[in-house]
């Protein structure tokens, strides 16, 4: 890793954000600026028991013996206060989850700089890595941007790309993307303060749009193309996740993949090569792993050896 120069140490940085994609972007901002703050959403009730958990923001910002604020809305007068009584030269955003108003985006003298999970103006808003694996993109990256008051409309300082395997799901799409973006804010925020960079605006003609997902989004219509429906069950892996109803029984997805079978009708319950698997639009879906009601997940093939009323058709082994 580069070493960061003299000045850059001396500057003050408020860092906002609260999921594990921002931790790498926290790391390495500590290692070279000065953190006054860190500014990160409240505790929340989360799991099947509801307990109480922080953010891992928090978490790691603790650990590194960093000041930590948590406002409900950045709206609140007197958390604008604390932030301009810490008096930043810049602010560094990665997944924060509140919208910042005028007021915050001018208050540091270098402005804000988001580390945003897609390659703008593709996919902007609050989704864009399952967007990215929902569309079939070939690739996806990191942009570096100073925020304006838009929705991931400001002006670019850098981006850099990785190409999307074939079985990328959110979640390992996600954790490359939170190292990659730790790395070019490392990369780009230095010489951006000294004047080296110069933000280059987006074409808005080609913007995108991801909004935020609810739970809802996961349910599979097997009225759509197969591979549609297994880009949702990567897309939503692990969250929101996708599931469809059998009779009574709510039935998860966590691993799908297409099968080139035309026979059978949409909808229709079939076991294919060795997998259960649904008929969709144009062919069949494989259910690699799912989850049924009281139960963990599980290979595709294990729930056929204890599954009733799982009929249709046999396919062809490989």
């Not at 206060?81 to 003298?109: H, Y």
């Not at 989704?127 to 942009?143: K, V």
């Not at 062919?283 to 093939?301: D, I």
Request: proline share 6%; glycine share 8%.
């Amino acid at each position: 890793m580069a070493a960061m120069s003299a000045k850059a140490r001396k500057t003050r940085a408020i860092f906002m954000g609260s999921p594990d994609f921002a931790l790498p972007t926290l790391r390495i901002l500590d290692q070279g600026y000065d953190i006054v703050c860190v500014v990160t959403q409240p505790d929340r009730p989360s799991g099947r028991g509801r307990k109480v958990t922080s953010p891992p923001v928090k978490t790691e910002a603790i650990k590194l013996g960093l000041k930590v604020i948590q406002p409900i809305s950045l709206k609140d007068e007197k958390v604008f206060n604390q932030l301009r009584s810490v008096e930043p030269d810049i602010i560094v955003v990665a997944a924060f989850g509140q919208i910042l108003r005028k007021n915050v985006l001018e208050l540091a003298k270098h402005g804000c700089i988001n580390v945003h999970a897609s390659l703008l103006p593709r996919w902007r808003g609050a989704a864009p890595i399952q967007a990215a694996i929902l569309a079939g993109d070939e690739a996806s990256g990191i942009t570096i941007m100073k925020m304006d008051k838009g929705l991931d409309t400001g002006p670019i300082l850098s981006q850099e790309s990785i190409a999307l395997s074939e079985d990328e799901t959110a979640g390992s799409l996600s954790d490359k993307l939170a190292e990659l973006g730790g790395i070019l804010l490392m990369n780009t925020l230095h010489d951006y303060i000294s004047g080296k960079i110069t933000p280059v605006e987006q074409n808005n003609e080609l913007a995108t749009f991801a909004p935020k997902l609810e739970r809802s989004a996961g349910e599979l219509n097997f009225n759509l193309p197969a591979h549609e429906l297994a880009r949702k069950v990567r897309a939503y892996n692990p969250w929101p996740g996708t599931y469809f109803q059998k009779d009574t029984e709510l039935i998860k997805v966590h691993s799908a993949e297409t099968w080139e079978d035309k026979s059978g009708t949409v909808g229709q319950l079939a076991i294919m090569n060795n997998y259960p698997a649904v008929r969709a639009l144009d062919e069949w879906v494989l259910l690699k792993e799912l989850q049924v009601p009281g139960k963990r997940g599980m290979n595709g093939a294990d729930y056929l050896r204890g599954a009733k009323g799982w009929e249709g058709m046999v396919g062809v082994e490989y």
